[in-house]
């Protein structure tokens, strides 16, 4: 069964400084990943989705990602924090059946002035 | 993107009373819904998903009884909490998705609190 694992449930970083954010997950197919971000009173907001067409995923807002097969990663970075990018991070792998989107646990980024 | 609206946004109850959730789609037609389920801290859990006018289908070890979904149009679905628990106390996240659109709408929640 497909599952993702967020490695770290709360990150801090500096504005201005690189952020990484990491996920690993668990497949036996190839996996269809994506990360989403939720800002407090805010749905969740789609960030940037792999879909095998290329191994480096540039999503909105300056963050990617990139999919590791031989780690079994697929960690979210951006070069430069801001602070409105404080928010809670998801990692999610859509599982054999369509609808099943499987959540990490959450990443909490704090971006410091 | 699409705007998805929840109501309330924020609620809290008796034990034993129930509660409704409202989660409305405001920019297209909602062919399928889904309701999740977080707690603090952990990551969101599906509970159900419902296409309108058919019955919910419920994931493993959700009570259909407790909790009552109701797909009533492409823009409307509700989630009501029966007799509630303090151990119901969660955020409450609906998400839709329609026509040849495969992403997912995420609403902003419900926060429940039984006392």
């Known amino acids: 069964a497909q599952s993702v694992t967020q490695l770290d449930s709360h990150v801090s970083v500096s504005e201005g400084t690189p952020v990484l954010l990491r996920c690993n997950y668990s497949?036996?197919?190839?996996?269809?990943l994506s990360w989403y971000v939720q800002h407090p009173n805010k749905g969740l907001q789609l960030l940037l989705k792999?879909?095998?067409?290329?191994?480096l995923v540039k999503g909105i807002n300056g963050f990617e990602a990139e999919f590791k097969k031989s780690e079994t990663s697929f960690h979210l970075t951006k070069p430069s924090a801001h602070m409105s990018d404080a928010a809670e991070y998801f990692c999610?792998?859509?599982?054999?059946?369509?609808?099943?989107?499987?959540f990490g646990a959450g990443t909490r980024l704090t971006v410091k002035p | 993107g699409a705007v998805v609206s929840q109501h309330p946004s924020r609620v809290i109850c008796k034990s034993g009373t129930s509660v409704k959730i409202e989660c409305r789609s405001l920019d297209f037609q909602a062919t399928t819904m889904f309701w999740y389920r977080q707690f603090p801290k952990q990551s969101l859990m599906l509970m159900a998903t419902s296409n309108e006018g058919s019955k919910a289908t419920y994931e493993q070890g959700v009570e259909k009884d407790k909790f009552l979904i109701n797909h009533a149009s492409l823009t409307l679905s509700t989630l009501t909490v029966t007799s509630a628990h303090p151990e119901d106390s969660s955020f409450y996240i609906c998400s839709i998705k329609g026509g040849t659109r495969d992403t997912q709408y995420f609403g902003p929640g419900t926060r429940l609190t039984v006392l």
């Open positions: 792999y879909t095998s067409a290329a191994t």
């Open positions: 999610v792998v859509r599982g054999n059946n369509n609808n099943d989107m499987r």
């Open positions: 497949s036996s197919y190839s996996p269809s």
